[in-house]
C-alpha cells in the first residue's frame, strides 16, 4: 500500500472523490479527510481523519513494541547475571521473561508518546491550504494501482493537487497508518 494526497478545494469536490474512489473499489478504511468541516464531511459519509491517521502513532508503537521487547530482554539477561546471588532461587527465564514484557509495554507506551507528537509528513506542507477551507484526502492505494487513480481524478477534477510522500519524507518524517 502507498498513500496519496488530494488537496482538495471545497467539500463538494471532496465528497465527489471520495464516491469516486469507492466506484473504483476502494473502501471506507482507505480514504480519511483532514478538515475544517469534519461534521459536515461525516454527514455525507466521508471518513474523517483520526489522530492515528494524521500523526505516526501506529508505526511508533510498532517500533516501540519491537526495541522494548530486544530491550527487556537484554536487561533481563544482565539482571539475572548480576542478581542471581541476591535473588535467591528466582527462575532464570522468569526474570528475563519479565523483564522482556515490562521493556515491550514500556517500549509501546514511550514510543506512542513520542509519534502522537512526530505529524503526518504531508499535513505540515498543507497545513495554510486546510486553515483557508481546502480538505486533504489521505488514501491508501494498493500498489500498482496509483497511476490508475491519479488518472481517473485528474480526468473528472483537474484542480485537485495530487502528491504522494517522498521516501526522503518517509524516512525523516511520520506517515500515519
Keep these: 500500500m502507498s498513500r496519496l494526497y488530494f488537496l482538495t478545494p471545497d467539500l463538494d469536490t471532496t465528497v465527489n472523490i471520495t464516491h469516486e474512489l469507492y466506484d473504483l473499489n476502494l473502501t471506507k478504511e482507505e480514504i480519511h479527510v483532514a478538515g475544517p468541516a469534519w461534521e459536515q ?75 502522537v507528537a512526530v505529524r503526518d509528513v504531508k499535513l505540515d506542507e498543507y497545513d495554510e491550504a486546510i486553515e483557508n477551507g481546502a480538505f486533504l484526502m489521505m488514501v491508501d492505494v494498493p500498489e500498482g494501482r496509483e497511476d490508475e487513480i491519479n488518472a481517473v481524478i485528474h480526468r473528472h477534477h483537474p484542480e485537485v493537487v495530487i502528491d504522494k510522500a517522498s521516501p526522503k519524507e518517509k524516512r525523516f518524517w511520520g506517515q500515519g497508518q
Design 41 to 115: 464531511l461525516k454527514e455525507q459519509g466521508v471518513n474523517v481523519a483520526t489522530l492515528r491517521h494524521t500523526t505516526d502513532v501506529g508505526n511508533a508503537a510498532k517500533r516501540g513494541v519491537i526495541l522494548g521487547i530486544l530491550l527487556g530482554f537484554v536487561l533481563g539477561l544482565i539482571t539475572h547475571y548480576f542478581l542471581d546471588r541476591a535473588m535467591g532461587d528466582v527462575n532464570f527465564w522468569l526474570v528475563t521473561l519479565g523483564m522482556t514484557a515490562f521493556g515491550g509495554l514500556f517500549g509501546v507506551w514511550s514510543s506512542t508518546l513520542v509519534g
